[in-house]
T-cell receptor
Framework: QLQLQESGPGLVKPSETLSLTCTVS??????????WGWIRQPPGKGLEWIGS???????YYSPSLKGRVTISVDTFKNQFFLRLTSVTAADTAIYYC?????????????WGQGTLATVSS | DIVMTQSPDSLAVSLGERATINCKSS????????????LDWFQQKPGQSPKLLIS???TRESGVPDRFSGSGSGTDFTLTINSLQAEDVAIYYC?????????FGGGTRVEI
């Protein structure tokens, strides 16, 4: 059974870099056709797609965050990562990792439980 | 970007009654060659991650009760919850995956 688990520091200072890890179990991140993505949700607000990565390293990013965001993958550790630079209070959110059903243009079927990242000095 | 607009923002429905949620996209999400609408519906209960309810606008996911149904095509979509149950209290989101960036509606809160 596929499981995704987010991890990372709960508190980040303004202007610093937020780094999160999604650990995948129950499936190989190298499985062909699947994309692995990050979505965030500010407290009490809606959902925002951040970007997605293929095991080969191919990525899609939201233009609103492009330039600050990097998503990468480590197939040996069966993990993928989110790196968001120059954070502000507006980046405070629950960050979810997720996997598509098949191919990038498909449903976000599997989600982690989410991890809260707070930007504050 | 494709803007997804949901209505209403919230609604209160009596147990056993019907809830209807609308979602409108700023451009068509119908992929003509496959005749599929690239539109999903998610349910998010308090403190939980979103759960995929309906894919391709109208296909219920395995294990989703049949009181949930999705309809619509092109730019206008509807999620209907027939005979609302207490466990259906949640926020519901539509989302398009027709074009990047993937975008979500603002959500509709369903209460009893």
């Amino acid at each position: 059974q596929l499981q995704l688990q987010e991890s990372g520091p709960g508190l980040v200072k303004p202007s610093e870099t937020l780094s999160l890890t999604c650990t995948v179990s129950g499936d190989s991140i190298s499985s062909s056709t699947f994309y692995w993505g990050w979505i965030r949700q500010p407290p009490g607000k809606g959902l925002e797609w951040i970007g997605s990565v293929y095991y080969s390293g191919d990525t899609y990013y939201s233009p609103s965050l492009k330039g600050r965001v990097t998503i990468s993958v480590d197939t040996f550790k069966n993990q993928f990562f989110l790196r968001l630079t120059s954070v502000t209070a507006a980046d405070t959110a629950i960050y979810y990792c997720a996997r598509n059903k098949s191919g990038f243009y498909s449903s976000l079927k599997y989600w982690g439980q989410g991890t809260l990242a707070t930007v504050s000095s | 970007d494709i803007v997804m607009t949901q209505s209403p923002d919230s609604l209160a429905v009596s147990l056993g009654e019907r809830a209807t949620i609308n979602c409108k996209s700023s451009q068509s999400v119908l992929y003509r060659s496959s005749n599929k609408n690239y539109l999903d519906w998610f349910q998010q209960k308090p403190g939980q991650s979103p759960k995929l309810l309906i894919s391709w606008a109208s296909t219920r996911e395995s294990g989703v009760p049949d009181r949930f149904s999705g309809s619509g095509s092109g730019t206008d979509f509807t999620l209907t919850i027939n005979s609302l149950q207490a466990e259906d209290v949640a926020i519901y989101y539509c989302q398009q995956f027709y074009r990047t960036p993937l975008t979500f509606g603002g959500g509709t809160r369903v209460e009893i």
